[in-house]
């Protein structure tokens, strides 16, 4: 199945409006969605017979900085059976960048949005257990953003060498 026909049967199922923006430049080819729309759009994926997204093999965020005020998602998907690859995109707001979480659809997700919590700052609704998984507990700030300034010293010790 092309991407072409993966974006038809979207459209057709959910509206045309699901579908913002599509980028063929992506690698796998991606489109865009509205935040809003995302629970119900991966559900889709993964449930349709014709698609069967079976793996989310990877979540990764990117901050475009303060200037842009946005941030994104990008989802990798992978249909084993149909050897089928896409990359569903989100824009956040910057200032308060949430989302759903999709635990309940993969659990790989827990994993993933626990890091791009963790070094980015963006919450995912409804985790069932959202905390920091690579920095300790009590560090301040979210280390990948381009904003961020690393703390003088972290219990006692001193960060920057």
């Known amino acids: 199945m092309t991407f072409e026909d993966i974006k038809a049967l979207v459209t057709d199922q959910l509206g045309d409006d699901c579908i913002l923006v599509t980028d063929t430049a992506a690698s796998p080819q991606a489109f865009y969605i509205e935040p809003l729309r995302l629970s119900d759009t991966m559900q889709f994926l993964h449930e349709n017979d014709q698609l069967y997204f079976d793996s989310l093999s990877c979540i990764s965020a990117l901050d475009n900085g303060v200037e842009s005020g946005t941030m994104e998602l990008a989802y990798n998907l992978y249909s084993i059976p149909f050897d089928h690859h896409l990359m ?64 003088t010293y972290y219990r006692g010790v001193k960060v920057k060498y």
């Open 88 to 151: 569903v995109k989100v824009t956040l707001d910057r200032k308060a960048p949430k989302i759903s979480s999709l635990t309940s659809i993969w659990r790989t997700a827990d994993w993933h949005e626990r890091e791009a919590f963790d070094l980015m700052g963006i919450t995912f609704e409804g985790h069932p257990y959202l905390r920091r998984i690579l920095m300790p507990a009590d560090w301040e700030g979210h280390p990948l953003r381009k904003d961020y300034e690393e703390q």
